[in-house]
């Protein structure tokens, strides 16, 4: 199992421009979440789905949008990216027996917008 | 609205030495708890959680947190630190109800030096 694999591992943006953050999960995996992580303030939820074609935001949703067509692909779309987009981001999913269940995390994307 | 605080932002140790993380979460009703731990570069895996029963959880790499709900507190330890320790951790929480999508609330994590 490759787990959960987020592409790219880097980028730079600048002001406006958009892109798409990917991740993947080879877990068969309901839940998937999208995490944002600055320094200081631990991570905060984005956005979040339950399954396939069932999404629902989390604290930061501004500026982001989600999709969720397949049980193992959920893409995060930045349109406009401004500077206070600049972060760390984290995609984890886990399996949806128990909300205990252990949360599976990818390696992060990390993103600067100029 | 739940919150989770983790006091100290760094924490520096001997190799050797006791390690002590700090958590304490804000809720009427407890919620379940959980220790994440990232070393450099990496996403997050899970240490240790907290769900219901004995309230002293032992996790991976010889760490263990206490549930102590009078003082609404999951705090870890680690009797002896070793240098691979080094690392941020992460407490976080999940509430036990009206936890629709089992969404974690993280707290601003801890970072952990360890002298050689």
């Known amino acids: 199992n490759a787990g959960v694999t987020q592409t790219p591992k880097f980028r730079i943006l600048k002001i406006g421009q958009s892109m798409t953050l990917q991740c993947a999960q080879d877990m068969n995996h309901n839940y998937m979440y999208w995490y944002r992580q600055d320094p200081g303030m631990g991570l905060k939820l984005i956005y979040y789905s339950v399954g396939a074609g069932i999404t629902d935001k989390g604290e930061v949703p501004n500026g982001y949008n989600v999709s969720r067509s397949t049980t193992e692909d959920f893409p995060l779309r930045l349109e406009l990216a401004a500077p206070s987009q600049t972060s760390v981001y984290f995609c984890?999913?886990?399996?949806?027996?128990?909300?205990?269940?252990?949360?599976?995390f990818g390696p992060g994307t990390r993103l600067t917008v100029l | 609205a739940q919150s989770v605080t983790q006091l100290g932002s760094h924490v520096s140790v001997s190799e050797g030495a006791l390690v002590l993380l700090r958590c304490n979460y804000s809720?009427?009703?407890?919620?379940?708890l959980f220790w994440y731990v990232q070393y450099p570069n990496q996403g997050l895996q899970l240490l240790l959680k907290y769900t219901t029963g004995a309230t002293l959880v032992k996790g991976i790499n010889g760490f263990e947190a206490e549930f102590k709900k009078s003082e609404t507190s999951f705090h870890l330890t680690k009797p002896s630190a070793h240098m691979s320790d080094a690392a941020e951790y992460f407490c976080?929480?999940?509430?036990?109800?009206?936890?629709?999508?089992?969404?974690?609330?993280f707290g601003q994590g801890t970072e952990l030096s360890v002298k050689p």
């Open positions: 809720s009427s009703v407890p919620p379940y």
């Open positions: 984890a999913s886990r399996s949806g027996t128990s909300v205990t269940n252990e949360q599976f």
């Open positions: 976080a929480v999940t509430p036990m109800i009206y936890n629709q999508g089992g969404k974690l609330i």
